[in-house]
């Protein structure tokens, strides 16, 4: 044990070099006994380590790094985190905040509207318990949330940039044009908790456990030997959960997807140790043949399951073998929505078991559905104490989930993340900080403030391999319009009055890259461009992204970046595509062939 113990010590040293840390790493024999028998950073002992560890001797503001203490969870020392509380937060410009309401000059109610704007709240469900986050951090990833806050460490942090697959959960909103649920996966490492008000999210936790029962996606993993270091796997299994629930989830198992879309939607995701053959026969096993025209039984085994694999006995319940799986251990099973599989005449050992089935609620998960056990939500408001993270407390508020439809904010010290309520307000808030970029400086630290306008965030993860943009990188206000109605209309109409019979569509900015591949699909015979536009669309980044990214996302950061090869650009350039621009108060701005995208200034 003494060896052990020294190789701990030198170890923590190491790192502390590493990292080139100062202040006191050395660690009681009683603290490296507590770090051996327990890893988990919330523990106590544990935590004087980590604040040892993490304790930077330089934090300079030019080379700004992430702070390990959102990671691991440790605690700063006490006086950083005295210094941390007397830091106020952000409000919004009572300048812009008179424009956005009225002229308080001619009467009373705008003053009195503007005063009663206050910072928003942010609801989402988590595994079907119910969060309120009251004026979360803006740069507060869901990530962070999930693993730090509420220690559901199933959820990876790998490349943190959205290539790797390793952070996917699935998520569900409702579409703010039809109110119809959608559900999707998405990296969970470049999603800000507080653009999620109003959803609902599932984590590889939610999905099954060996305690209450694995999911067909988990027990085909663990039959069809699809994980090995088991890094990647929640990530894989979200994944093929986010198809399944977007696509079978309303419609029936006449509708689930076929074994080449499985493949396609696993394109967001890495392995580097198992192997991606065994992954694809367990993903596979799960969803009948439907229109890959097989039986449902070669479907189960993907292809190339022998028959020796067939009869590996199935554990999904997790509990018991042979003789133990007695009819009660049977029914014990069905009543979680999975088969028994346990070897003996008592129990099937048929594939079957592991086949998604969308009526039932334990393989289709209701993501707005309050867990029994967790009717009473939990409420989390950010600490100072602890940036990137918020502590959660019980509270007895209405378990329902909605989102916000008014205008409403939230900030940090240093960030301001605004969510205005229509187009017109979008408008002003861009006009406003267009002005003030050229007057006086409004970010805290003395500097002029940062604007972008987003709707999936996804840029991040590419922006930073290419040449840094002053003027558009590290933003410090963050307008979010995903959710905006007007950004989202699709309007038909004629190409060009010399098009007779040709039919154009009119997209708005706020459409996700996947949406408008189903949109081009579903009138491919309109205009012999859909397809092809289509088919190259989807060649662009990963389906989680495309879930989330919108196409005039993807043209801006083209025009921020010049060095970015936007493949978007160049098929619209070759359709003959072009933007319309909007300003506050005028209505309809410009129309720019995107020939001409790069090479045009915007204000």
């Given amino acids: 044990m003494s060896g052990v113990l020294h190789s701990v010590d030198a170890a923590l040293h190491q790192v502390g070099a590493a990292l080139h840390i100062t202040g006191p790493t050395t660690v009681s024999k009683e603290e490296q006994k507590a770090a051996l028998v327990n890893l988990n950073p919330r523990n106590a002992a544990l935590k004087g380590i980590m604040k040892a560890i993490w304790h930077k001797k330089d934090r300079r503001k030019e080379t700004p790094q992430e702070d390990l203490l959102q990671v691991t969870g440790a605690e700063p020392d006490e006086e950083s985190a005295e210094s941390a ?50 004026q979360p951090d803006p740069q507060l990833t869901l990530a962070k949330f999930l693993r730090v806050t509420l220690g559901l460490t199933g959820t990876k942090i790998g490349c943190n940039e959205g290539g790797c697959g390793a952070c996917m959960v699935s998520i569900a909103r409702k579409d703010a044009t039809t109110g119809q649920v959608v559900q999707f996966s998405a990296n969970s490492c470049l999603r800000q908790v507080a653009m999620m008000d109003g959803e609902a999210v599932i984590t590889v936790e939610g999905l099954g456990s060996v305690e209450s029962g694995l999911h067909p996606i988990q027990q085909s993993m663990v039959v069809h030997g699809g994980t090995q270091c088991g890094y990647c796997t929640p990530g894989h299994e979200m994944a093929m959960y986010g198809l399944l629930a977007g696509t079978g989830s309303q419609k029936g198992k006449e509708h689930l997807p076929s074994h080449r879309q499985i493949e396609q939607a696993l394109d967001g995701n890495l392995c580097r140790c198992t192997g991606y053959r065994p992954i694809l026969s367990s993903m596979k096993a799960v969803v009948p043949s439907g229109a890959s025209g097989a039986s449902a039984s070669s479907s189960a085994a993907g292809g190339s399951v022998s028959p020796t694999e067939q009869k590996t006995p199935l554990h999904p319940c997790g509990k018991g073998s042979g003789s133990d799986c007695s009819s009660d251990s049977k029914d014990a099973c069905a009543s979680k929505g999975v088969g028994c599989g346990f070897s003996g005449a008592a129990c099937s050992n048929d594939l079957e078991d592991l086949v998604f089935d969308p009526a039932n ?26 940036k990137g993270s918020s502590s959660c407390g019980s509270s007895a508020q209405d378990g329902a989930v909605t989102r916000q439809t008014g205008f409403w904010w939230t900030s940090s010290p240093t960030h301001l993340f605004l969510h205005p309520a229509s187009l017109e307000q979008l408008l002003q808030i861009t006009k406003f900080y267009a002005q003030a970029s050229t007057t006086a400086p409004l970010a805290l630290n ?13 840029s ?52 996700t890259i996947a949406n408008l591949i189903t949109l081009l699909e579903s009138r491919s015979s309109a205009s012999q461009s859909f397809g092809p536009l289509a088919y190259h669309l989807r060649q662009v ?11 005039a996302g993807n043209l801006a950061l083209a025009q921020q970046h010049p060095d970015f090869p936007s493949d978007l650009l160049t098929i619209f350039s070759a359709a003959g595509a072009s933007v319309q621009t909007a300003v506050a108060g005028e209505g309809k701005g410009r129309s720019i062939p995107l020939l001409e995208w790069q090479a045009t200034k915007l204000q």
């Fill in 446 to 458: 003395g500097s002029k403030d940062v604007l972008r306008v987003q709707v999936g965030g996804t």
């Fill in 85 to 134: 509380q007397l830091t106020e937060k952000r409000t919004p410009p009572q300048e812009l905040l008179t424009q956005l309401f009225g002229n308080k000059d001619k009467t009373g109610a705008a003053e009195e509207k503007t005063a009663s704007v206050s910072a928003g709240t942010v609801r989402l469900l988590i595994n079907q318990v119910p969060y309120t986050l009251v």
């Fill in 460 to 511: 991040p993860g590419v922006a930073r391999y290419y040449r840094r943009n002053g003027v558009s990188d590290d933003p410090t206000v963050v307008v979010q319009v995903a959710q905006l109605p007007e950004l989202l209309q699709v309007e038909e109409e004629a190409s060009h009055p010399s098009d007779a019979g040709v039919r154009g569509l009119k997209v708005g900015a706020a459409v």
């Fill in 541 to 551: 980044a990963s389906t989680s992204l495309r879930a989330v990214a919108s196409w």
């Fill in 361 to 386: 609620p334990r393989h289709n998960i209701d993501p707005f559905a309050v867990n029994k056990k967790g009717k009473a939500s939990r409420s989390c408001k950010s600490t100072a104490a602890q």
